[in-house]
């Protein structure tokens, strides 16, 4: 099965059909379209023209409480992947003693689509209940990215795992553009009032282009045969996996690093359109347009970033690779506090373009190249995928705590930097092999 070409291609392709959430819906029109409402509802409140309203003023009822718009969509995010964080695991461990990792792809494929779907019933005078599809739309998304990425060491030789990896996040960049600018011709050509039919088109590209993956992909590759009280054997194959995963020492010191730095990548991936609507000083009736053309600049580059950042990985390794695109991510971090036009915004855009993808991709092919020899692909990319939710929840609620305490959404994204400096740390002490300890 590994290196055959039709399956790689049918691997790939999920990532053209699921990278549209994290786009659309985690990065583009549903942030602005969020934005919007609540800003909306705001003005009604206190009774101004919303063309009058500062965003950083902008507060909206949630359980009893007046809350900013970005501290709610920040927390909401932080308990999805706590929720994930809890479940993947012991999932992942089913998966692996039954052999069902393709099933639980599709499961939480299906089940991310549909909450996508009912974004669709968006209402901002409803938060506490408008909310619930922004978190489970996330669960269904992550949860399905811990199958994915667990078929990679099965089908991509040691060496190919890179370049594969690059292409799995290539692939994804160039298939949400695509519907982002289909989203962006019925918005600006028809009407705003077409928003939430994106959210509709998101879940239905999502499902839709899954099926080629679904079709390729094999079932239950190493021909387990479950007994009946699979849920406890699952418990138990995971727990002897964790077992073995706590012998090794490369693996483990390279999730250390990977939980700091790609908890600030994923922080600022899923705040920065937050960010940039309340921080960037944009010209009257410009500020959407502007964040459209950033979000496309940070896509083309990401592309390109991951396709480069795979090239200089065969050079000079892995590990070097990312300390390089770590250390730029931080110097990045510290320059977002002191931007304030559009321009400077588009040259910071264009910096997290090239390292995001990048990053992204060497860090998932690393960590499938550290792997032991196993079958437990699922339960071994969990530990990956804990590190990385439990990550983002920190990183996440740091944010919108920062923001709340200094009441200045500047000094969260600079929290954020001490994430990235952690990183750093833990990757120079990433040992060149691996050692297995015996006790």
């Known amino acids: 099965m590994k290196g055959d070409k039709k399956i790689i291609k049918g691997w790939v392709m999920y990532d053209w059909a699921n990278s549209v959430y994290s786009l659309v819906i985690s990065t583009a029109i549903f942030p602005i379209f969020y934005e919007a409402q609540t800003k909306s509802i705001y003005a009604e409140q206190i009774g101004k023209p919303i063309d009058q309203i500062d ?20 927390m909401v995010i932080s308990i999805s992947f706590l929720l994930v964080s809890i479940i993947s695991p012991i999932l992942s461990g089913i998966a ?29 005078n409803y938060m506490e209940l408008s909310m619930i599809p922004v978190m489970f739309a996330s669960i269904g998304f992550w949860c399905s990215l811990v199958f994915y990425n667990a078929f990679l060491p099965e089908i ?27 989203c962006l011709g019925l918005i600006m050509g028809v009407g705003a009032h077409l928003t939430k039919y994106c959210f509709i088109l998101v879940g239905l590209w999502w499902i839709g282009f899954a099926q080629y993956t679904y079709r390729i992909l094999p079932d239950n590759p190493f021909r387990k045969k479950p007994e009946a009280d699979y849920i406890w054997k699952g418990y138990r194959e995971l727990k002897l996996v964790y077992k073995e995963f706590m012998k090794t020492t490369r693996l483990k010191k390279y999730l250390y690093a990977f939980f700091f730095f790609n908890s600030g990548v994923q922080t600022v991936m899923l705040l920065a359109t937050i960010f940039a609507s309340k921080a960037i000083e944009w010209p009257k009736g410009e500020g959407t347009t502007g964040l459209i053309i950033a979000i496309l600049l940070i896509q083309i580059l990401a592309a390109i970033g991951a396709k480069l950042m795979s090239n200089v990985s065969i050079k ?27 321009v400077e915004f588009y040259i910071l855009a264009s910096f997290v ?4 993808g990048g990053i ?12 032991p020899e196993t079958t437990d692909h699922a339960s071994y990319f969990s530990f990956y995928d804990v590190s990385e939710k439990v990550g983002i929840v920190l990183g996440t609620a740091f944010f919108a705590l920062t923001e709340y305490y200094f009441d200045d959404i500047r000094y969260s994204v600079i929290s954020i930097a001490g994430f990235f400096v952690l990183g750093l740390f833990f990757l120079f002490r990433v040992p060149k092999e691996e050692k297995i300890l015996t006790s």
């Open 55 to 74: 965003a950083y003023d902008v507060t909206v009822p949630f359980f009893g409480y007046d809350v900013s718009p970005s501290v709610i969509y920040s």
């Open 96 to 124: 692996d003693y039954t052999g069902n990792k393709k099933k639980f792809l599709q499961f939480f494929c299906y089940f991310g689509s549909f909450f996508c779907m009912s974004l669709f019933f968006f209402d901002a």
């Open 156 to 182: 991509a030789p040691l060496e190919d795992q890179d370049d594969i990896s690059a292409r799995g996040f290539i692939m994804g960049y160039i298939g949400s553009i695509i519907l982002l600018l289909i």
């Open 316 to 342: 000079i390794g892995n590990i070097s690779t990312l300390k390089i695109s770590v250390f730029i991510w931080i110097i990045l971090c510290l320059g977002a506090y002191f931007i304030k036009t559009p």
């Open 353 to 356: 373009g090239l390292v995001m």
């Open 360 to 371: 992204q991709s060497i860090a998932r092919s690393t960590y499938s190249k550290y792997l």
